[in-house]
Antibody, heavy 118, light 109 residues
Framework: EVQLVESGGGLVQPGGSLRLSCAAS????????MSWVRQAPGKGLEWVANIKQDGSEKYYLDSVKGRFTISRDNAKNSLYLQMNSLRAEDTAIYYCASGRTIGDLYYWGRGTLVTVSS | QSVLTQPPSASGTPGQRVTISCSGS????????VYWYQQLPGTAPKVLIYRNNQRPSGVPDRFSGSKSGTSASLAISGLRSEDEADYYCAAWDDSLSVLFGGGTKLTVL
């Protein structure tokens, strides 16, 4: 059974930083593209970033470019999202998702809540 | 990055067939695969349809997806009370991003 487990969320002040992690099991992690998707309270889904299997290509939502960095460690079956200069509008549940191709969000984790507030 | 267009709400009675539309453009739906997700209240999204019309194992065949040009549809036949959820379409866009629809809240009357 594929499992994606996010961690690292919490309360942070505006301008602060957080690093999210996603631990994967039940799949050959290095064969999957990985993504972060967020959902603000009461709102719809919004893709944030994704990364190819070998980390060679990374893509970002315009509003997070220059502030967020997606990375992966295939040896540790883990995905990361480094979030800097956080804003109130970044408040959301952050989900990690995996798929065979770059636009494929097939398996999803349960999410981790990030709250940006003073 | 723009969103795909879905109706905000849909409804039906048990046993009915309902469809949810998703409209995009040639740079997303028109040239790439469409995915559909179901999100039950308080839970993470789950893939219902991938690559336009493929169903993961475990998803009932009451759910079906189709695509024509720059639009796609999700059909749910034999509507059941447990189908009450939010439904999202998504597609890769040639601008190198994933686009989601705004979501459709399905109510089973």
């Amino acid at each position: 059974e594929v499992q994606l487990v996010e961690s690292g969320g919490g309360l942070v002040q505006p301008g602060g930083s957080l690093r999210l992690s996603c631990a994967a099991s039940g799949l050959t992690f290095s064969s999957y593209c990985m993504s972060w998707v967020r959902q603000a309270p009461g709102k719809g889904l919004e893709w944030v970033a994704n990364i190819k299997q070998d980390g060679s290509e990374k893509y970002y939502l315009d509003s997070v470019k220059g502030r967020f960095t997606i990375s992966r460690d295939n040896a540790k079956n883990s995905l990361y999202l480094q979030m800097n200069s956080l804003r109130a509008e970044d408040t959301a549940i952050y989900y990690c998702a995996s798929g065979r191709t770059i636009g494929d969000l097939y398996y999803w984790g349960r999410g981790t809540l990030v709250t940006v507030s003073s | 990055q723009s969103v795909l267009t879905q109706p905000p709400s849909a409804s039906g009675t048990p046993g009915q067939r309902v469809t949810i539309s998703c409209s995009g453009s040639s740079s997303n739906i028109g040239g790439n695969y469409v995915y559909w997700y179901q999100q039950l209240p308080g839970t993470a999204p789950k893939v219902l349809i991938y690559r336009n019309n493929q169903r993961p194992s475990g998803v009932p065949d009451r759910f079906s997806g189709s695509k024509s040009g720059t639009s796609a549809s999700l059909a749910i036949s034999g509507l059941r009370s447990e189908d009450e959820a939010d439904y999202y379409c998504a597609a890769w866009d040639d601008s190198l991003s994933v686009l989601f629809g705004g979501g459709t809240k399905l109510t089973v009357l």
